[in-house]
């Protein structure tokens, strides 16, 4: 979902970076424990006029890495548990949501456009995510539940105006989270199969994809709402998935972090790179993202995120941003974990 506005579009700092463009991925939540780093922070290098275009290109290799073994208890985190005192930790992450597609569908989310993302400047502040899937896709119902709203918002203001929505979906898991209820919220649908008032269970057909209310394409506008059903109540859809399996039936591995700035506050849409690396230290692949925009919008009660790269492959990995002067973290990612970077600028 799209709200258009006119501004002008920053530049992408990976000009100074030299890097070519690269996207895939989504994300998820835990019941779990962080652990073992196998993280390495490599200092920082201060690039000069003719360093900068090659920044990347000079940055070291990654380190000998050994697999992280990833630990589990009965008994949810908390965040200052999944920090872990390190700039970098990992754990085993559970999902508590499935997503609102088989696999038959497209099950990775757009990153184009993802939550917290204004996507530089020219649409509002993104509350949910969306699958691209065709007209007519079935919806499914991402938790057991109950429907608590099953109309179109073309005279309610569900989110920023009426008619944002179209025909929309909410369903109501009441004390999915911690006791606390969760709402999933699935908007643009060309069909309504379910009524207020019905229970559903996980993977049933609740509707099917279409381009109702400020949609600019048919596609599967998905939001989590914590607590509250609210627009304002809103967190990462992403991190309340596990990590999905690949063809080959491995599961695929996820990184969020915060990023801070010198006084402590949240850095807003600021650029990073994720880069996959084989065991020689070659780049095999590059991830970009932008932290979340600031605004009324909220992180996962267990991480305090900025931002997410979900959906990658595991294994070895260089994590590159500039405050400044160049910073790079090295480490490696195990199949259905989620790493978590945390860093403040000096």
């Not at 429907?147 to 920023?160: K, M, R, T």
């Amino acid at each position: 979902m799209r709200s258009f506005r006119p501004v002008f579009v920053g530049i992408f700092f990976a000009a100074s970076l030299l890097l070519s463009g690269c996207q895939s991925q989504e994300s998820i939540p835990p019941t779990l424990t962080p652990i073992v780093l196998t993280a390495t922070a490599e200092n920082t290098v201060t690039p000069n006029s003719t360093q900068t275009a090659t920044v990347t290109a000079t940055a070291t290799g990654v380190p000998s890495q050994t697999p992280t073994q990833l630990q589990q208890t009965d008994t949810p985190v908390a965040p200052a548990d999944i920090e872990c005192g390190e700039p970098f930790c990992q754990v085993a992450w559970q999902g508590y949501l499935e997503r609102p597609f088989d696999s038959s569908y497209r099950r990775t989310i757009d990153l184009s456009y993802p939550y917290a993302s204004t996507m530089n400047g020219m649409f509002d502040l993104h509350h949910g995510v969306e699958f691209p899937n065709g007209y007519g896709s079935p919806v499914l119902a991402a938790a057991p539940g109950e429907v608590v709203y099953a109309a179109s918002d073309s005279n309610i203001i569900l989110g920023p105006f009426p008619g944002f929505y179209g025909n929309v979906i909410i369903l109501q898991h009441t004390g999915l989270y911690q006791g606390e209820d969760l709402f999933t919220l699935y908007a643009h649908l060309s069909e309504m199969d379910v009524a207020v008032g019905d229970q559903v269970n996980q993977g049933q057909k609740i509707g099917e994809v279409g381009a109702t209310g400020a949609a600019d394409g048919p596609h599967l506008h998905f939001e989590v709402r914590l607590g509250d059903n609210h627009y304002h109540q809103t967190t990462n859809p992403i991190l309340w998935f596990a990590p999905l399996s690949n063809d080959g039936a491995q599961q695929s591995a996820a990184l969020a972090g915060l990023l801070l700035d010198r006084y402590g506050q949240p850095l807003s849409e600021f650029d990073v790179v994720l880069e996959k690396m084989s065991d020689d230290g070659v780049v095999e692949e590059r991830f970009y993202t932008k932290t979340y925009k600031q605004g009324r919008i909220n992180s996962h009660p267990l991480l305090g995120e900025n931002f997410v790269i979900p959906d990658i492959p595991p294994g070895n990995y260089r994590f590159v941003f500039i405050i400044g002067t160049m910073h790079q973290f090295t480490f490696r990612l195990e199949p259905g974990s989620l790493g978590l970077i945390t860093f403040q600028a000096e």
